[in-house]
């Protein structure tokens, strides 16, 4: 199988087949070395991100049960104002029952003093209930400070492993770097989409491979004579049939 020769369009120095084959090996050599820091990094970025994603998970969930609290200490105020107003009410009521002119004034104002008095007694039952949860969200916001600050230790120290291979290796990234766009600029388009779906597809990153013992350096299969030659022409990309590979000759052995 093979990709016909299609110049850059955009690009005011027309490359040779050769050439863009050269750089083609090239750019996958540049890649893979990148990809050989990645490895040296490992997970360490997902980690980074999935702790730094929990911690902002824990953070909220501190902040909304501190809310839930200060909501709570709020209920208490107003419910003790309540009973503090309908002491003050039946304080009156009682005054102005010593003062009555009849039975019916005297029960009138008896049902008000025990409206106020069932009153304080749902306020008391309230407030009975938001010390009982109070006491939860406390234990709650011990168990989230706890979890957030394990969790603000773990971030801090993958984060800083990670900070010091990032900076061990940001001089090389960025000559590699260079080197890869300086590829690219020799390669078509068309080629390069093809590069990187390959790239995309196969486990171990190698979109290019050369021919190693009369096989592909890819999967291995083997290639026979008259396209081993044909590579070796470099007048035309060749794609393994076995696995979808770009094959190149061993620039070592040339």
Same mark, same amino acid.
């Given at each position: 199988?093979?990709?016909? #020769?299609?110049?850059? /369009?955009?690009?005011?120095?027309?490359?040779?087949?050769?050439?863009?084959?050269?750089?083609?090996?090239? =750019? &996958?050599?540049?890649? !893979?070395?990148?990809?050989?820091?990645?490895?040296?990094?490992?997970?360490?970025?997902?980690?980074?991100?999935?702790?730094?994603?929990?911690?902002?998970? =824990?953070? !909220?969930?501190?902040?909304?049960?501190? %809310?839930?609290?200060?909501?709570?200490?709020?209920?208490?105020? *107003?419910?003790? %104002?309540?009973? @503090?107003? #309908?002491?003050?009410?039946?304080?009156?009521?009682?005054?102005? *029952?010593? #003062?009555?002119?009849?039975?019916?004034?005297?029960?009138?104002?008896?049902?008000?003093?025990?409206?106020?008095?069932?009153?304080? *007694?749902?306020?008391?039952?309230?407030?009975?209930?938001?010390?009982?949860? =109070?006491?939860?969200?406390?234990?709650?916001?011990?168990? %989230?400070? @706890?979890?957030?600050?394990?969790?603000?230790?773990?971030?801090?120290?993958?984060?800083?492993?990670?900070? /010091?291979?990032?900076?061990? !290796?940001?001089?090389?990234?960025?000559?590699?770097?260079? *080197?890869?766009? %300086?590829?690219?600029?020799?390669?078509?388009?068309? =080629?390069?989409?093809?590069?990187?779906?390959?790239?995309?597809?196969?486990?171990?990153?190698?979109?290019?491979?050369?021919?190693?013992?009369?096989?592909?350096?890819?999967?291995?299969?083997?290639?026979?004579?008259?396209? &081993?030659?044909?590579?070796?022409?470099?007048?035309?990309?060749?794609?393994?049939?076995?696995?979808?590979?770009?094959?190149?000759?061993?620039?070592?052995?040339?």
């Amino acid at each position: 199988m093979a990709i016909s #020769n299609r110049r850059k /369009t955009d690009s005011a120095v027309d490359y040779t087949m050769q050439e863009k084959i050269k750089a083609l090996y090239d =750019l &996958q050599k540049i890649d !893979t070395k990148i990809d050989e820091i990645n490895k040296i990094k490992g997970e360490l970025p997902v980690e980074v991100q999935d702790l730094e994603d929990e911690v902002a998970g =824990l953070q !909220t969930r501190l902040d909304n049960i501190n %809310a839930e609290i200060e909501e709570l200490g709020s209920l208490t105020k *107003q419910r003790k %104002a309540e009973i @503090e107003q #309908n002491k003050a009410m039946i304080a009156k009521y009682e005054e102005q *029952q010593r #003062n009555v002119r009849n039975n019916r004034e005297f029960d009138a104002i008896s049902k008000e003093i025990e409206y106020q008095d069932l009153q304080n *007694q749902l306020c008391e039952k309230h407030l009975r209930e938001y010390a009982a949860e =109070l006491k939860v969200k406390k234990v709650l916001v011990e168990q %989230a400070e @706890e979890a957030l600050n394990d969790r603000k230790i773990d971030y801090q120290n993958k984060k800083n492993e990670l900070d /010091t291979i990032d900076a061990e !290796t940001a001089q090389e990234v960025e000559s590699l770097k260079e *080197q890869e766009q %300086a590829a690219r600029e020799k390669i078509d388009d068309r =080629l390069l989409v093809a590069y990187n779906r390959i790239r995309s597809n196969v486990r171990n990153g190698l979109a290019v491979v050369t021919i190693k013992r009369d096989a592909c350096g890819g999967c291995f299969n083997r290639i026979p004579p008259q396209r &081993q030659v044909e590579i070796r022409q470099g007048k035309k990309i060749i794609i393994c049939e076995y696995c979808g590979r770009i094959l190149v000759a061993d620039d070592s052995e040339e």
